[in-house]
């Protein structure tokens, strides 16, 4: 079996890493940008602060702080006007996005619609996008996603709610910039969910069907990095050494997964974030003590090793015993940095019972529960989705 590995070109890591801005885009030959961020950014003075280094640096750019979370394609056809405007009566170069996975996202859907147009949904799975777009620097503000390192956009078909998974080479950034100073205002919430985004990227890409040594090792080190920190950075915003670890731990989850994929988390997840508006780690929050406890006997020594990475039990246990630790640790995580069940979160139980079928029809559709290491039917999704309610 071969693998077919895609990071991004350049990556500059560490404090102060966002003053690099314009050197980054000469190396990348950007010469008239479009910023993508939103209202936060600019609220926290990061858009500012980023803007001072260009025009210092004598490079013009556009912008759209617009960008919504979890973006449907509503508010990316927004974006994608202002990017045909172009610039002083030029096109736009490239693409800059500032901001967690939704400004990234949103980039890299305009990355593709720029020069080959269409709609969002013309370049969903089962469709691989691997012509060429414009090229993103994607420099994250939440250390969650992963997105500036994986070959995935992720955009909410605003006419059935679909989360529509794209995937390619289109996809993947040219650059990314991970300065942890930009971290350090996520409130609580934000840091926790997604900061159990980024480890279950880690923990399904381990445990996926197209793992590889690879993807293995990134995975790996994503554990190592998130699973003794999130407490740490979720009880103390300022604690730089947690948020560093959290940001290039979410880095290399996000390069394992895109090189391996995710599993059925994230298959049940999209569905949930899309119908219910969860934030997408909160809703992979909710599902990953159950969904680990029914794959676990389809892979015990993967699931093992990813207990023994995060620190929960030592090298020399039996797998069945770091196991059973590893479902102890998911579930005091969630308990400890309040996670919801779906109920708890105020869904309607109506609703919840009335979508289960189509919600498992479009997590199969993604593809992601076929890498899981235990395949489920449609029925066991829905049973999954009753397990975890209330
Ligand atoms: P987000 O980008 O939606 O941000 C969540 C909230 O936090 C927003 O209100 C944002 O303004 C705010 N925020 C961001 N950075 C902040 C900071 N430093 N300080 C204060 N507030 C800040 O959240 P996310 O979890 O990063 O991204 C979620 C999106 O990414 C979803 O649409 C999800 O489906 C997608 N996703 C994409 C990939 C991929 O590989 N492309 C992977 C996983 C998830």
């Not at 974030?273 to 794959?295: E, I, K, R, Y």
């Amino acid at each position: 079996m071969t693998h077919s590995i895609v990071l991004p070109r350049l990556i500059r890591t560490g404090s102060g890493a966002l003053g690099q801005l314009p050197d980054l885009l000469t190396a990348c030959g950007v010469k008239r940008p479009l910023i993508v961020t939103d209202a936060t950014m600019v609220e926290l003075g990061y858009l500012a602060r980023l803007g001072q280094g260009l025009a210092q640096a004598g490079i013009k750019s556009g912008l759209f702080d617009a960008t919504e979370p979890e973006p449907t394609e509503t508010s990316v056809l927004v974006a994608e006007a202002i990017l045909r405007a172009g610039l002083d009566g030029q096109a736009f170069d490239g693409l800059v996005a500032l901001g967690g996975g939704s400004a990234i996202d949103t980039a890299k859907a305009l990355a593709v619609l720029g020069p080959h147009g269409g709609r969002m949904r013309d370049y969903k799975v089962p469709r691989i996008v691997d012509e060429p777009g414009l090229p993103v620097i994607a420099i994250p503000t939440t250390a969650g996603t992963g997105s500036e390192a994986t070959r995935v956009t992720v955009i909410t078909d605003p006419d059935n709610d679909e989360k529509m998974l794209c995937m390619g080479l289109a996809f993947m950034p040219v650059a990314a910039i991970l300065d942890p100073d930009l971290t350090l205002s996520l409130p609580p919430r934000v840091t926790a969910d997604t900061g159990i985004d980024a480890l279950t990227h880690a923990i399904e890409a381990y445990v996926s069907r197209k793992a590889s040594r690879f993807s293995d090792q990134q995975a790996l080190a994503a554990m190592r990095l998130i699973a003794p920190n999130l407490r740490r950075a979720f009880h103390d915003g300022e604690d730089r050494q947690a948020r560093e670890a959290l940001l290039i731990g979410a880095c290399f989850g996000g390069i394992a997964f895109s090189n391996a994929s995710v599993a059925l988390v994230h298959g049940m997840s999209r569905p949930i974030g899309a119908f219910f508006h969860v934030p997408h780690g909160l809703s992979n929050a909710m599902l990953l003590p159950a969904v680990t406890t029914w794959s676990i006997p389809a892979a015990p020594t993967r699931y093992a090793d990813c207990a023994r990475a995060m620190g929960v039990v030592g090298d020399g246990v039996s797998d069945e015993i770091a196991n059973t630790a590893l479902l102890d640790e998911l579930r005091a995580l969630n308990a400890e940095l309040g996670v919801p069940t779906p109920a708890g979160f105020g869904i309607q139980p109506e609703r919840w019972q009335q979508l289960r079928p189509l919600m498992a029809e479009q997590a199969l559709a993604s593809g992601s529960p076929g890498n899981n290491p235990r395949i489920p039917t449609h029925d066991e999704i829905i049973a999954l989705y009753d397990e975890v309610w209330g």
